[in-house]
């Protein structure tokens, strides 16, 4: 069902699909793992969840993006998959990265959370086999 309202957001937009469009999508997902809010929301008006992200974040600010079930303790590595995500659904396709810098750049954002370990003692929830190839978040 969600690949279904991802595939129709984007389609709606621009009647085609492609490398780009499948970006966009995968940049969705990435927005509602970090807001724990759902493509289209009523609380959003006939907005969707990557324009209430952009309007949200220009008048409130981050913390009423982000979802607050989530670790405070990873708050930069959360801000730079937030990022990653609305590269990933930029308006124009052609200021989407290609799926390979993304899979850069989360690596890199895992990378540098791979050390790190939670208040409580335990291991970061990310892990990476092979993080050696890694880009930059810009």
């Known amino acids: 069902m969600l690949s279904i309202v991802l595939f129709t957001v984007e389609y709606a937009y621009t009647m085609r699909v492609n490398e780009k469009s499948d970006i966009y999508s ?3 997902v990435i927005l509602e793992l970090v807001t724990g809010r759902l493509p289209v929301d009523p609380e959003f008006g006939e907005k969707d969840l990557v324009k209430w992200i952009c309007t949200t974040l220009d008048q409130k600010g981050l913390d009423h993006v982000l979802d607050p079930n989530l670790d405070s303790c990873f708050k930069e590595e959360i801000c730079k998959v937030l990022h990653i995500g609305l590269l990933c659904t930029s308006p124009l396709p052609i ?9 850069k750049m ?3 954002v895992g990378g540098e959370s791979q050390s790190k370990t939670a208040k409580d003692g335990k291991l970061t929830p990310y892990y990476y086999e092979d993080a050696s190839d890694q880009g930059s978040v810009a």
Do not use: C
């Open 106 to 108: 989360l690596q890199e």
């Open 26 to 28: 995968f940049g969705v």
């Open 95 to 103: 200021n989407r990265p290609s799926m390979r810098r993304v899979v």
